[in-house]
């Protein structure tokens, strides 16, 4: 029976990966069809920050606060700025994404917003339950919201670090930063580390920009440790004392190779971190996202259904995913040594198209021999093969 409460497509989350979705799904419906969007907060703060580089310029256009076209990379015996050309640099604020989905979607009367807490996704019957007591059915339900405690990776087969992070919005009384460059990842440390811990600047202008410091950790650790870090880093590397902190941002990204389940064939499907669309070696998801919701829209536009090659990466890019996060996360090669090595001896042009997985299977093989401790990298990649895991 159709009711009220019955929709051709349910969005269960309302972050990035739900949002685009809706604005995908637009573009595609039928005029008669409706969709429900269920998300905990109304979206009117500005929660995150995403950075991404790419060719399209379809959002950044409309959205970015700010674009560069060169990145500077820092570390032992390398300090070099480079321009990353055909590729842009950007960076979108949370809530000039949120409102501009809210815009494209307010007068469109295919679409509802409900602001509630999802309880409980029945699989079978299509119902979506919030903790108000409300029930909603779908005939699709695209499950993308990420339960952070509920995180629970058997760590005895698959790799997991996290990506967490803490920034300072700042502005500084004169002008500090070189505002035509990003520091992409500048390894200075308060620390000596195996662990992939780098300091990263987006300059907004010469007095004003995003300070963070990143760590790619296994054991998540307090914020005052990273408050301890940039403290250092104004100090000691921007000798900078006098500035103004106007917002503060503190988060962590899982990365792992873990496969996600997920369920092709039944009423919910998953999208978003727990689909894998964090990339596992980089934790990098704006772009990656954008591009699977859109080959997912896509194969239930041409063929009706979704299957599993239009969510997953390749298997060969899940395998050196893996087996990088293997020599990185355990030391075997520090991270500063690993991602230094790629920067001296690959063109950027190259190593984004390796790291969105567009590279033939030649680059692919030139990239991981540009890597130090190589040999190390290609028996990792050869025991996860091995081992027999589900990648």
């Not at 949370?94 to 996704?121: P, Q």
């Not at 070189?178 to 300059?203: A, K, W």
């Not at 390796?354 to 030139?366: G, P, Q, T, V, Y």
Request: a neutral charge; charged letters at 30%.
């Amino acid at each position: 029976m159709i009711t009220n409460n019955t929709y051709d497509y349910i969005l269960a989350g309302g972050g990035l990966s739900g949002q685009m979705m809706a604005l995908e799904l637009q573009k595609v419906i039928g005029d008669n069809e409706r969709v429900l969007m269920i998300d905990k907060s109304d979206k009117n703060e500005n929660d995150r920050t995403w950075s991404y580089w790419s060719t399209d310029r379809s959002l950044t256009d409309v959205l970015a606060r700010k674009v560069w076209n060169k990145i500077k990379v820092s570390g032992k015996g390398f300090n070099e700025k480079i321009s990353i050309a055909p590729y842009h640099y950007a960076t979108i604020r949370g809530i000039d994404f949120y409102n501009f989905t809210k815009k494209e979607l307010v007068n469109d009367k295919r679409f509802e917003w409900v602001t509630a807490v999802v309880d409980k996704i029945e699989e079978d019957s299509g119902v979506v339950k919030t903790t108000d007591g409300k029930s909603y059915t779908g005939k699709l339900i695209f499950k993308s919201y990420f339960e952070a405690d509920k995180l629970e990776i058997p760590t005895k087969d698959y790799s997991v670090l996290y990506q967490q992070f803490k920034g300072w919005f700042v502005k500084t009384e004169k002008p500090v930063f070189d505002t035509d460059t990003v520091t992409f990842m500048d390894f200075s440390t308060l620390e000596n580390t195996h662990e992939t811990r780098f300091f990263y600047i987006l300059p907004f202008s010469g007095t004003e920009a995003l300070v963070e410091y990143t760590a790619f950790t296994a054991n998540r650790m307090e914020e005052q440790i990273y408050d301890d870090h940039l403290n250092w880093y104004f100090k000691e590397k921007l000798k900078v004392s006098n500035f103004e902190i106007k917002e503060k941002e503190f988060d962590f990204i899982p990365m792992t190779d873990y496969p996600f389940p997920q369920k092709i064939n039944g009423k919910v499907v998953t999208i978003g971190t727990t689909a894998g669309f964090v990339k596992a070696s980089t934790g990098y998801c704006f772009s990656r996202t954008q591009e699977k919701i859109k080959g997912i829209v896509q194969a239930l536009s041409i063929k009706g259904k979704i299957e599993e090659s239009d969510i997953v990466s390749p298997f060969h890019f899940r395998l050196l995913d893996s087996a990088m996060l293997e020599v990185t996360g355990k030391g075997i090669v520090p991270g500063e040594r690993f991602f230094i090595s790629l920067f001296k001896k690959m063109a950027p042009e190259f190593l984004f198209r390796f790291l969105d997985e567009k590279a033939s299977m030649r680059e692919i093989i030139r990239t991981m021999f540009a890597v130090p401790g190589k040999g190390k990298l290609v028996i990792a990649t050869i025991q996860k093969l091995m081992i027999g895991n589900k990648i």
